[in-house]
């Protein structure tokens, strides 16, 4: 009679097991945070044997790696998921884009750390770094529209978007760290006052005296 599998020895096909492994090495990381992250603690989660792992990763940073290339996908995915709710104008695009960055960090603490603060992952591995350059790219996109300009084309233009991309992540990162007064217990309160702090911020960034989003942003492009 066929051995019937158990969940402390499941089998897996070939493709299956790496998915497995990236599933439990998420539990993983939310549950054991970067430091305490091990290949042996995932391979028990996808309850397969401490050596199996090593059909796909050969350490533990290199299960990392792999995680921080599907936190960058999830990353502009929640993006793109506020753009798609927000008015077309370029303006409002980018306070989407800003409150999507804050939406992942809420909900993805730990991928947010991995993919922005950490040594671990190996940033020169070909998935992650085409991952991180589309994030990016994203980036200057949705900047340059406001700009009406390609913003890589000058030094004007790279300190534009690296003063967005300071300043929403820098939001980000103050908010899950329960550092801003800005309280997670009333969604809708925070998504308002996260627009408005974004809005306030972006509308510094031109240094002409309208900014990116004019004289006065307001609270146009809240939620």
């Keep these: 009679m066929p051995e019937i599998p158990t969940p402390s020895r499941r089998s897996y096909h070939h493709g299956d097991l790496r998915d497995a492994l990236l599933t439990a090495g998420e539990a993983e990381l939310r549950d054991k945070g970067i430091e305490g992250f091990t290949l042996r603690g995932c391979a028990k989660r996808a309850g397969v044997s401490h050596g199996a792992p090593a059909h796909h990763f050969a350490d533990s940073d290199a299960l990392l790696t792999a995680l921080a290339a599907v936190g960058y996908r999830r990353f502009l995915a929640t993006q793109q998921r506020r753009k798609d709710e927000a008015e077309a104008d370029p303006r409002a695009q980018l306070v989407a884009a800003g409150l999507g960055y804050i939406d992942f960090a809420r909900d993805n603490p730990e991928m947010f750390r991995l993919i922005f603060s950490s040594a671990r992952p190996k940033h020169t591995d070909p ?38 991309w ?58």
């Design 127 to 164: 998935e992650l770094s085409a991952a991180g350059r589309d994030a990016f790219n994203q980036l200057v996109a949705d900047v340059g529209a406001v700009l009406g300009r390609d913003p890589m084309l000058s030094e004007d233009g790279l300190l534009v978007v690296s003063t967005a």
């Design 166 to 223: 300071s300043l929403v992540h820098g939001a980000a990162d103050l908010l899950i760290g329960g550092r801003l007064p800005i309280s997670w217990g009333d969604a809708a309160r925070t998504h308002r006052l996260a627009a408005e702090l974004l809005a306030r911020a972006m509308g510094q960034l031109g240094g002409d005296g309208e900014g990116l989003l004019g004289r006065d942003p307001g609270v146009a492009f809240c939620p």
